[in-house]
Each structure stands twice: as C-alpha cells, then as structure tokens.
C-alpha cells in the first residue's frame, strides 16, 4: 500500500502559477512511475505530466513548456510547477504513482484558473 497526499491548489489568476506536492509514503526509488492527471469537469481525467524511475519525462502538449515535473527523492515527493496558468488548466489534479506493478492514487487537489 502506498499512501500520497496531494497539496498546494488553490485559486490563481491567468498567468500565474501554481506548485503542487505529492507526498508518498514510500519510498520514490520503489515507483516505476510518477504522474500527474487531471480532471475538468464533465470530462475525462487526463494525463498531465509524468516521469519514471529513471528519470525519463512526458508531458501532455497542451502544457509542455509551462509545466515541469519533478521529485524530491530524500521527501518521497514529486512536484508539479505549473507556470503561465490558462482557465482551461482548472481541474481537480491528481497524483499517480506506479508501485511494483500496482497503481495508486492521490485524492485530488483542486486548481482554479481565474480569467
């Protein structure tokens, strides 16, 4: 079992920023993988940023060249660093992590982009 906890959302203005932090409760040498989704509402939760335990990223294109994924392996924790901020990027974001072959999730944090 891995437990995340999810914080720093909250309600910006257009082109602002945001950092999000998702604290795990294991190790981040045990994931095979990291992300972050996303869901608006009345659509479907959307894969945002991710990484691997080797160090390899992806990004959706509608935030590549605004977003960057990162972790923190000493704190368990993997961050996402949302700049220039669009209404379109409002959405609950949660964090995905992949440990030994089992997915699990983070409950939300909620982003507000403010036009």
């Known amino acids: 079992q891995v437990q995340l906890v999810e914080s720093g959302g909250g309600l910006v203005q257009a082109g602002g920023s945001l950092r999000l932090s998702c604290a795990a409760s294991?190790?981040?040498?045990?994931?095979?993988?990291m992300g972050w989704y996303r869901q608006a509402p009345g659509k479907q939760r959307e894969l945002v940023a991710s990484?691997?335990?080797?160090?390899?990223?992806d990004y959706a294109d509608s935030v590549k060249g605004r977003f960057t994924i990162s972790r923190d392996n000493a704190k368990n924790t993997v961050y996402l660093q949302m700049n220039s901020l669009k209404p379109e990027d409002t959405g609950l974001y949660y964090c995905?992590?992949?440990?030994?072959?089992?997915?699990?999730w983070g409950q939300g944090t909620q982003v507000t982009v403010s036009s």
């Open positions: 990484t691997t335990r080797g160090g390899s990223t």
């Open positions: 294991k190790s981040l040498f045990s994931m095979n993988a």
């Open positions: 995905k992590v992949d440990h030994v072959g089992w997915n699990y």
